[in-house]
């Protein structure tokens, strides 16, 4: 399967501004740890997915006007 390398890339939060930044850092720390933890199959891909669109969003809301 082994998906979760494309995944991977919407986590890098480095070159986001400091406030971005923070809130990002936990979801891609949570994101490597169910990577590095969990076994490669279809609900790992869900797990990381679903983290991905809470990051998203919490970014969203940082960034809402």
Known sequence: M???P???QFFVYQHLRPDLHAVS????D???HIES???DNPEREVALRKI???KDAAVRAV???
């Open 25 to 28: 850092k936990p979801f891609a």
């Open 30 to 32: 949570l994101a490597r």
């Open 52 to 54: 991905l669109e809470a």
């Open 37 to 39: 933890t969990v076994p």
């Open 6 to 8: 494309h995944i991977m």
């Open 2 to 4: 082994n998906k979760s």
């Open 63 to 65: 960034i809402a006007k």
